[in-house]
């Protein structure tokens, strides 16, 4: 028998898990669009200080020959991309500990779910491997390949989480009354889910482009972006639309065949919220010259929408089983 007190403990702390690596990616997001991702060149200290420095004259006067011996030339200390990254990193620490905790706290199911434990250790190993990934990506001077692997790892650990703590609630989830939804609507969301991913893997490369762009033009000038765009950003918008009117029909699916209270619904409304989001975010990049606020929550709402899907097959395929 699970005890009741330690089985909601496990779920609280993995809730706050998934935000916490949600908030990463935010954080993540804001540093690539802020250009701040050189903010802290060296790893796990920031220009040789664990505290960093707020001015320039907390640095040795010649750091610049210091940081170039190391391969990173032309680097400029700037207070404010300096903290930025340093923010990012301590959040990413902040994930370090709930990670611990959670797969700690999900001892409890070695006798009743062992999979929920492994799940949650799997993810713990996961959470430490990103970390050293961080200090490679620093290391290889912020390629773009290595970024794109410390995003998706990222992306893979929330659907981790996601899976065990779901896992731990399946007796409640099996309650859900789904049994007059279709029975293509899996089949179609598991199609919407791989469309996400392709959309996700499109977006990272219009971002490692747009990453490109910015340093040309030093991160000024943001109106003329635009026309510098590759097709794949074409592509990429377009394919939004068809994302669109797919998890709409997924919506309308569950509208039409569950009560108002059911949980998929309300899952349902969500998911719909967050892809229009998304959308209006990458209408403000597209029209509004880059704006820096707006990439970094186009990034959020995206690996959102990936979540949201994932827990919904989750309970789709639980409330199937009873």
Same mark, same amino acid.
């Given at each position: 028998?699970?005890?009741t007190?330690?089985?909601? $403990?496990?779920? !609280?702390?993995?809730?706050?898990?998934?935000?916490?690596?949600y908030?990463?990616?935010?954080?993540?997001?804001?540093?690539?669009a802020?250009?701040?991702?050189?903010?802290?060149?060296?790893?796990p200290?920031?220009?040789? %200080?664990?505290i960093?420095p707020?001015?320039?004259?907390q640095l040795?006067?010649n750091?610049?020959?210091?940081?170039?011996?190391?391969?990173y030339?032309?680097?400029?200390?700037?207070?404010?991309?300096t903290?930025?990254?340093?923010?990012?990193?301590?959040?990413?620490?902040t994930?370090?500990?709930?990670?611990?905790?959670?797969?700690?706290s999900? !001892?409890?199911?070695l006798?009743?779910d062992k999979?929920i434990?492994? =799940? +949650?250790?799997?993810a713990?190993? =996961?959470?430490?491997? #990103?970390?050293?990934?961080?200090?490679?990506?620093?290391?290889?001077?912020?390629?773009?390949?290595?970024?794109?692997?410390?995003?998706?790892? +990222?992306?893979? *650990?929330?659907?981790?989480?996601?899976?065990?703590?779901? $896992?731990? %609630?399946?007796?409640?989830?099996? %309650? *859900?009354?789904s %049994?007059r939804?279709?029975?293509r609507?899996?089949?179609?969301?598991k199609? @919407?889910?791989?469309?996400?991913l392709i959309?996700? +893997?499109?977006?990272t490369?219009?971002?490692?482009a747009?990453?490109?762009?910015?340093?040309?033009?030093?991160?000024?000038?943001r109106?003329?972006w $635009?026309?510098?765009?590759?097709?794949?950003?074409?592509?990429?918008?377009?394919?939004?639309?068809?994302?669109?009117?797919?998890?709409?029909w997924?919506?309308?699916?569950?509208? !039409?065949?569950v009560?108002?209270?059911? =949980? =998929?619904l309300?899952?349902?409304? @969500?998911?719909?919220?967050?892809?229009?989001?998304? *959308?209006?975010?990458?209408?403000?990049?597209?029209r509004?010259g880059?704006?820096?606020?707006?990439q970094?929550?186009?990034?959020?709402?995206?690996?959102?929408?990936?979540?949201? #899907?994932?827990?919904?097959?989750?309970?789709? !395929?639980?409330s199937?089983?009873?």
């Amino acid at each position: 028998m699970i005890d009741t007190q330690a089985a909601l $403990r496990f779920r !609280r702390l993995g809730i706050l898990t998934i935000f916490a690596v949600y908030g990463v990616i935010l954080m993540g997001g804001i540093v690539r669009a802020s250009g701040a991702g050189m903010g802290c060149p060296d790893w796990p200290t920031c220009f040789g %200080q664990w505290i960093p420095p707020t001015d320039e004259s907390q640095l040795p006067p010649n750091y610049h020959e210091v940081y170039a011996e190391r391969g990173y030339q032309n680097t400029d200390f700037n207070p404010v991309k300096t903290w930025t990254e340093y923010v990012n990193r301590l959040v990413g620490v902040t994930i370090g500990i709930l990670i611990f905790l959670t797969a700690w706290s999900s !001892r409890i199911y070695l006798k009743g779910d062992k999979a929920i434990f492994y =799940l +949650a250790l799997t993810a713990f190993f =996961l959470v430490s491997f #990103q970390g050293w990934l961080g200090s490679a990506v620093v290391a290889s001077n912020l390629k773009p390949l290595m970024i794109t692997l410390h995003m998706l790892l +990222a992306l893979f *650990i929330v659907a981790l989480l996601i899976y065990a703590i779901a $896992r731990s %609630q399946k007796r409640f989830i099996a %309650q *859900i009354d789904s %049994q007059r939804i279709s029975e293509r609507f899996i089949t179609v969301l598991k199609v @919407a889910m791989a469309m996400t991913l392709i959309q996700v +893997a499109m977006g990272t490369q219009v971002r490692e482009a747009v990453d490109f762009i910015a340093h040309e033009h030093n991160y000024i000038d943001r109106q003329y972006w $635009r026309d510098s765009f590759p097709i794949i950003f074409y592509v990429h918008r377009s394919f939004s639309a068809l994302i669109l009117f797919t998890n709409l029909w997924l919506g309308w699916q569950i509208y !039409r065949s569950v009560a108002k209270d059911n =949980l =998929l619904l309300k899952l349902a409304y @969500a998911l719909t919220g967050l892809i229009v989001g998304a *959308i209006v975010a990458g209408i403000t990049l597209d029209r509004l010259g880059v704006p820096p606020i707006a990439q970094p929550i186009h990034l959020l709402l995206a690996n959102l929408i990936f979540g949201m #899907q994932f827990f919904l097959y989750i309970c789709m !395929r639980y409330s199937k089983q009873a």
